[in-house]
């Protein structure tokens, strides 16, 4: 293993920058008082705050800064938006959401299902694209809201949001729209006063983009039903109770300002790393897909399947290289389920537990994605030598593999 690690797993957690972190100091060592207390050190806090607060707005597209409620992570901004609009909104019993949404929005739709309401999973198609008829066709009189994630975190697959969002609105203005950023905020450009104009409620999370973990902001349109999803407290203008994590907050709004202020550079420089690593692995890999690859996708990410391997067996022979990667798999919990994205994509049983993702950073480099390129092809060899589904002389399947896998599924054909 190298003494250096080759981190590309982004979609994840990012490295704290070392901007961010310097501006956050002061507010975890002098600058530690509360911003609601009255005292002048405090008020300096609160001051510091309101900064970033205007940092963030300003970075959306210049929406008013009493727009922007900060809150602990992306998760708790999906669950405020969806049950705050529920309980905002008890007239309406109907939800539209997509069968590829992070379990964030996943779990608290499905939640909801339990309890009476009625909600849509729009499928995907193979490539992980939303048919927009179909969307149509699912709004109904009495839906509430539409609640669909912008990028994709496993496959990087982007959702036409602008689309949506208008088309939604057209139809009925009163159905709320809310979108999960999650994976989009700081690598593409969001303009909630232009393209975005139609959104409700935006949520996202500092950590993916490198800001620490334990910030996320919800935006809240000007007039949108939502009810405070925490009370408690009169902080965030009475919508999010508890004390702000001022120093927290101050490192997102810088992290934001980097991002935003490098974002055509880094994009174009972080999509030709991604592009290389894609084609390298397609020339050097047989029996291999780009979970994704026919629809619009976030630049840093890319999800592979390899046939006939497992995710598990690649990630723990990856990390022995020094290589830190995540699998579309839910394997990595303990569980034999296939990830639901996959799924939703109908990626077949052979590779469908075969699927890891590379999501790349500003910080990565050339010399990462060429280690990738040594490490990847032999991790993925060695695995297949040790298939009884895999013909190691030929380097493709047995002709009779398909049939064993379905005679024995709880494999999920790949050596482990």
Sequence with gaps: MDDK??????????????????AMTPFLTTEYFNPSSMYEPARRTAVAMARARETVARCLGGVAPNQIVFTSCATESNNAAIFGTVKANPQRRHILTTAVEHPAVLEVCKDLQRNGYDVTFLPVDGHGNLDLRQFIRALRPDTLLVTIMHGNNETGVIFPIEQLSRVTKETDPSIVFHT?????????????????????LLSFSGHKFHAPKGVG???????TPCRPYMIGGHQEQGRRAGTEN?????????????????????????GAMRDRLEQAILDQIPCVQVNGRGAPRLPNTLNVSCHYVEGE????QLSDAGICASSGSACTSGSLEPSHVLKALNVPFTAVHGSIRFSLSRYNTDEE?????DVFPKVVANLRR?????????NAPRPDAEELIGQNPSVSGAAG
């Design 369 to 373: 994605v060429d280690r990738i390129v």
């Design 5 to 22: 690690l080759v981190y590309v797993d982004n979609n994840a957690t990012t490295p704290v920058a070392p901007e961010v972190f310097e």
């Design 313 to 316: 067996g690649m990630l723990y």
């Design 180 to 200: 999960d950023a999650t994976q989009t905020v700081g690598k593409l450009p969001i303009d909630l006063t232009d393209a975005f104009r139609h959104v409700d």
């Design 386 to 394: 040790l298939s009884p589904y895999w013909d190691a002389k030929k």
């Design 246 to 270: 001022v120093a927290f907050i101050v490192g997102l709004a810088k992290a934001m300002e980097l991002a935003f202020e490098n974002m055509e550079e880094d994009e174009a420089r972080i």
């Design 217 to 223: 902001v919800l935006y809240i349109k000007r007039g």
